[in-house]
């Protein structure tokens, strides 16, 4: 596909507005990549403290996906009124403060309660920043929302690196917390000045007039958006295999020593990161459906290279390839999902961020539930399905834009 077919060029001369808009999603973005991963490297250090059982802390985790699920609903009504930068300004400094919260929780109850208050912001800040994420990249006209992502990973990168350094210091975990996130607020809220500001982030479509919008804004229909939360759920159900098991089944499967088993998380972390990093050329080369596409399969090739694996550098290899093929696929979910909301509601991004959480809950509950009854090696063989899945969900990738739905169509998630 040609380049110029990628993403419709609505606002393809940018201005300096445009670029301080996108410097300072760029920043919104590692901020949420830095306070995910501060958290969740210190997971065994929560259990520990506070005496969990792998129940109990299963429990506790599977908490943040449910709640940050209703914290996108919420910010997709929130967002559609009064835009997603103020949406930002609020959450994303609450979700710093609810991981500071976390590391000072003297028992469970308050432990739950700081995960509640996390899982609720996490949601608001996936669904506010992809949506500031869509308005630079409809300002710009061409594909730029996987940099973002990139950028993501790298500060994920980050977080975990100065969760190794802490540890090594001996810091505790409020320190540890505090360190890395007080700044992150700050740097969130600095950021949250140069977003874009709701009257630029929802235009008007193509051909509607000034009055038009008296009416209300357009609507989104669900119909064009199912293929892109279907793409979205299937993605996660692989990442949290990997992320949940991936180390399990280095130690059952193919019994890797303690110093190679970290290995097959990091090499599906790198190349997630080192493909987002070129991903927005290869969109504007081939467009969002071809990288898909070609994304679906070549993940789907790492799952069978990891369910088939023999030995551990076979396997290795597997959990590299899911990371280059699982890598394209949110970011260009969300693309999809801001071309089918022309007048930039946020409404149709909420939508898809929300599969985020479903798919991660259902990889959890699907790969453990199948690895007790039948061994890790067939329980990977799930999400190998499902991304080959994502190959024939590709199609609905296809650049467009859609007509305003019907009057009864629903506006809010």
């Keep these: 596909m040609p380049a110029e077919e990628s993403v419709p060029a609505q606002g393809s001369v940018h201005t300096p507005r445009d670029r301080q808009a996108r410097l300072a999603t760029f920043a919104v973005f590692f901020v949420q990549g830095l306070t995910f991963a501060t958290l969740l490297t210190q997971v065994a250090a929560l259990q520990k403290k506070h005496g969990l059982t792998d129940g109990e802390l299963t429990i506790l985790l599977l908490v943040v996906p449910v709640i940050a699920g209703a914290g996108s609903v919420l910010a997709g009504a929130a967002a559609s009124r009064w835009g997603s930068r103020l949406i930002l300004r609020v959450v994303q400094p609450l979700a710093c403060a609810a991981v500071v ?5 003297p028992d469970v109850p308050l432990l739950v309660a700081a995960n509640v208050l996390f899982g609720l912001a996490l949601g608001g800040v996936d669904a506010g920043m992809n949506m500031q994420g869509v308005a630079v990249e409809r300002e710009y006209g061409r594909a730029v929302l996987t940099g973002f992502h990139a950028l993501w990973s790298a500060a994920a990168v980050v977080g975990s690196l100065w969760a190794s350094t802490a540890a090594t210091l001996g810091l505790g975990l409020p320190a540890t917390f505090a360190i890395a996130l007080a700044p992150a607020a700050a740097l969130s809220l600095l950021a949250s000045l140069w977003l874009y500001r709701p009257e630029e982030e929802h235009r008007a479509p193509a051909g509607r007039t000034e009055n038009a919008g008296a009416a209300g804004p357009a609507r989104v229909a669900w119909r064009p958006i199912i293929p892109l939360c279907l793409a979205m759920a299937f993605l996660y159900v692989g990442d949290s295999s990997i992320s949940n098991f991936g180390t399990v089944f280095m130690d059952k499967v193919v019994h890797a020593s303690a110093g190679v088993i970290p290995l097959a998380l990091g090499a599906y972390q790198l190349t997630t990161f080192l493909v987002r990093v070129g991903g927005d050329f290869a969109v504007r080369r081939w467009g969002p459906a071809a990288i898909v596409r070609a994304g679906g399969s070549v993940a789907t090739l790492g799952f069978v290279a990891i369910v088939a694996a023999p030995t551990v550098p076979p396997a290795i290899a597997g959990f590299a390839l899911t990371g280059i093929g699982l890598s394209v696929v949110a970011p260009q979910s969300f693309s999809a999902a801001g071309r089918l909301d ?15 959480y479903v798919g991660f809950i259902a990889g959890a509950a699907l790969v453990g539930g199948i690895a007790d009854a039948y061994g890790f090696r067939v329980a990977f063989a799930a999400p190998l399905v499902l991304a080959a899945a994502i190959i024939l969900l590709a199609r609905g990738f296809q650049p467009r834009t859609t007509e305003p739905a019907t009057a009864g169509a629903p506006l809010t998630p």
Excluded: E
Aim: proline residues 5%.
């Design 101 to 105: 919260l976390a590391g000072l929780a």
């Design 342 to 356: 022309p007048a930039g509601t946020g409404v149709a991004i909420a939508r898809v961020n929300m599969f985020n």
